[in-house]
C-alpha cells in the first residue's frame, strides 16, 4: 500500500511543493514537484529530488548522544535532557553563555517558534547565528532605510522589464531574500516577455549565461560600482524617487566622490558602462536591482545593500509594480514605530557592535579563547556547523575544543557537533509540519502554505519539543511554553485598539484555535491575527484554511505597501543613514587603492547546500566537487597542474585546480562547506574536499553589520611542491 502526500520542499529559499510516494512502512519511494501548487507549480530540483534520501540517511542520529572524553554513548531522551540541565547548572554567570543558530533554523517551524523562546531563557547576549555570516548587511540597511530589519523590498520578478542582479547566482542557489520556486524559469519569462537581465558578477554563472549582458566585476567593489549609477543619474538629472525621502542631498553630495572614470578602475567595470546601466534603468518602463550574498559577504556589504535601495528608490522602482517591492507576508506582524538602531551593545573582546541583537559569528572564536568576566564557556548550536561555515573555521574548531559544556541539536555528528557533550537529533523531515514563517516574507508573489507532519513521531520528540524543553531547563520554569505565549498574544491583542479582537475573551479565544500541537495553535493564532487573518477583520484566513488547501494558497501579487511598511520616526524613507554616510569615508579612502594580485571568492552548486548536503551519493560528485576555479591566463602564468596550494593571511589548503574562462583573471573560487573530518558521514567522507573557511580572515568585517567577509579574501597561489617566501 502506497500513498501520496503533500509538502513544502524544507531545503532552500525557493519552497517548493513536493508529491511524495510512501510505502507501507513509511518509506519515499518517489519525490516529484507539485503541480498544484500554484506558486512552484511542479518545479523541483536535484535536491528537492533527494528529499527522502536525506530523510532516511542512514548516518543521521537517531537518539541522543552523550560524550565521555572521546566516546559517544546512546542514551533516552530522559538522560539527554537531564545531561543538559546539570550542565546548565554549574553555570554560575550566564554571560559565560553562549548559542548559535545556524542555517536550516530559518527553515524549520521549530527555529521560528522556539528559537526567540530559547535565548531568552538562556538570559545572555552572546547570541549568534549565520545571519552574520551570510544576509546582516542587507537587515542593517534596510533597518536603517525603512525602520524595520524585515523590510526587505525584493524584485517584482514577473512583472519587471528590467532586472539588474548583482553577485546572486539563483541557477544555481534557487534565490535568497527572494523567494521564487523556479527562479530560472521566472528570468527566461523575464527574456521572453521582451524584459532584458543584467548580471554582475567575477564569474560567468549558468546565471550569467541565461542573461543579455554580464559583467565581470572585482570582487568587493560593488558599493562602488551602485555609487557610480547614482553618480550618474544626479549628474544627468535623472533621479525621479516616487515616495517622499529624506536625506536626497546627502545622497547626492556622497555620490560626488564617485564618478564614472574613477569608478571604473576600481571595479573594472568601464565607466560608459556604469553611465549606461544608469540610463538604462531609467528607460526602463520598470526595473529592479537585485544583489546577495556575493555582494553581502564583503567589507562593504552594508553599503552595498544600501545602494542597491538607493538606486531603485532613484529611478522611482520602489514600491511599485515591476519595480522592487514589499511582499505581504500572512504572518507578518507589525511592530510599533520606532528607530531602528544598531550597537545597542557591544561584544566583549572587539567592541563590535550588536545588530538585530546579535554579535558577529566573526568574534566567536575571541569570546570563548579570552579569559575574563563573561567568557564563553558553554554553547549551544542548532541546525549549525561554523567549523566550516564560519570565517577561520580552524580557530572555531580549537576554540570549541575548549568549551567546559556543549550541547547541540543536530541530526548529525560532523565537525562542529563532534565538540557537543550532549547532541539531541531532530526527528525526520517527514515528522515535521512545515511552515515558512521567515521566507513567505520575501516571497514574489503572496503565498502561502502549510505542511501538516507526514508521518507520527514515533519515540522521538519533534524539534519543537526539543528545543521548547531546552528553553524550560534554561529558564527554570515550569509548564507548557506555547500557552504562555499564546496567552501573551491574545492579552496584548485584545488590549490594542483596532486590532479587530479589542476586548474580547482571552479564554474563549484560546479555545478557538485550531492545531495538532502547541506550533501549529501558534501558527493558527498568527495566520488569524495576521494581515489576511479572520480575526485581523481582513479575511478570513486560519490554519484550517490552509489545511483545505494542502497545495497552497496564492494571496495574489505583490502590491505597493510602504506607507504600512515604513517604520521610520519620520515616516519617510531614510536615504541617507547617518551610521551609512558616515561609512562611505571609509570607502572612499579605498577608491585609488591598487586590489590586491589574487582574490578569492565563493560559489554554490546546484546540489550542494552549504555543509550538510554531501552524504546523499547523487547529490555529490561529477562537477560537484571542491576545485579551485581559476582563468588559464593564471594558471599559466602560475605554472599551475593538477593540485595549487592556496594561502592566505589565515591558513593554507591544497585543491585541484580547475582551470576555466569563466572566472575573471585575478580571482580564484572555491566553494564553501567542504573539508568533512570527524563527521561520521561516510559518503562525505569519501568527497571531503577542503574548507574554504581555512583561508577567510574573522577580523576582516563588513563594519555597520559586523557581517564576514568571504569574497575578495587576498590570496597567493603557488604549485604543489613550491616553497613560497610568505
Ligand atoms: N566561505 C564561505 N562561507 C560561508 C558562505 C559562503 O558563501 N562562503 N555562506 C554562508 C552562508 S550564506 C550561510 S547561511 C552559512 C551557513 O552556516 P551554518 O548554518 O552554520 O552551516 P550549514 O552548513 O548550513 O549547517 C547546517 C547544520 O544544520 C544541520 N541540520 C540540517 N537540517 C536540520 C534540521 O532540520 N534541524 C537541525 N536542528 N539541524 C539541521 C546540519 O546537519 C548542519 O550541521 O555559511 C556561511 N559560510
Ligand atoms: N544549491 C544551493 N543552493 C543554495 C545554497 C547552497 O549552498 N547550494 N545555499 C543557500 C544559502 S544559505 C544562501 S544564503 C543562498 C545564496 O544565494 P546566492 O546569493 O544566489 O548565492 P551564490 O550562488 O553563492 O551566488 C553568489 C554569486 O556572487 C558572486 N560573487 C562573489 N563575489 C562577488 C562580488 O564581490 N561581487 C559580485 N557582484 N558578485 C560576487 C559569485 O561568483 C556567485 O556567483 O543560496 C541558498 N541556496
Ligand atoms: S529549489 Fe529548493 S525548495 Fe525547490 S526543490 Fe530544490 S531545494 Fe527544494
Ligand atoms: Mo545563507
Sequence with gaps: MTSTVHRTCPLCEAVCGLTLTLDAGGHVTSVRGDKDDPFSKGFICPKGASLGRLDEDPDRLRKPLI?????????????AFEAVRAGLERVSDRRSVAVYLGNPSAHTMAGALYGAPLIKALGTRNVFSASTADQMPKHVACGLMFGHPM????????????????GANPLESNGSLCTAPDFPGRLKALRGRGGRLVVVDPRRT??????????????????YLLFGI???????????????????AEVREAAKHFPPESVARRTGVPAEVVVRLARELVAARTAAVYARIGTCTTEFGTLAQWLVDVVNVLTGNLDRPGGS?????????????RPYTVGRWSSRVRGLPEANGELPVATLADEIETPGDGQVKVLFTVAGNPVLSAPNGDRLDAAFGRLDFMVSVDPYLNETTKHAHVILP?????????????LLGFAVRNYARYSPPLLPLDERPSEAQILARLAMIASGLEGDLDAFVIDDTLRKATQTPGSGIEGRDVA????????????????????????????????DLSLRKLLDHPHGLDLGALEPRLGEVLRTASGLIELAPPQL????????????EEPPEMVLIGRRHLRSNNSWMHNVGPLVGGSNTCTLQINPADARRLELAGQAVVRSAKGQVTVPVEPTDSIMPGVVSLPHGWGHAGSTQSVAAGHAGVSANALTDETALDVPSGNAVFNGVPVTISPTGVITAQ
Excluded at 426 to 438: I, K
Design 426 to 438: 531532530p526527528p525526520r523531515v517527514l515528522q515535521s509540519g512545515h511552515f515558512d514563517f521567515a
Design 508 to 539: 474563549e479565544l484560546r479555545e478557538l484555535l485550531d492545531g495538532e500541537s502547541g506550533g501549529e495553535r501558534r501558527l493558527d493564532l498568527m495566520l488569524r491575527l495576521g494581515p489576511y487573518g479572520e480575526w485581523a477583520g481582513k479575511g
Design 206 to 223: 549558468r546565471t550569467a549565461a541565461l542573461a543579455d549582458e554580464h559583467l565581470f566585476i572585482r570582487p568587493g567593489t560593488d558599493a
Design 230 to 248: 547614482v553618480h550618474t543619474l544626479f549628474a544627468e538629472d535623472l533621479a525621479r524617487p516616487l515616495a517622499e525621502v529624506n536625506g536626497l
Design 67 to 79: 560524550r565521555e572524553g572521546e566516546l559517544w554513548r546512546e542514551v533516552g531522551w530522559d538522560e
Design 151 to 166: 523590510a526587505i523590498p525584493v524584485p517584482d520578478l514577473d512583472r519587471t522589464d528590467y532586472l539588474l542582479m548583482l
Design 581 to 592: 554616510i558616515e561609512d562611505v569615508e571609509r570607502l572612499r579612502g579605498k577608491l585609488d
Design 325 to 337: 517591492m514589499f511582499p505581504k507576508s500572512a504572518t507578518e506582524t507589525r511592530g510599533r514605530r
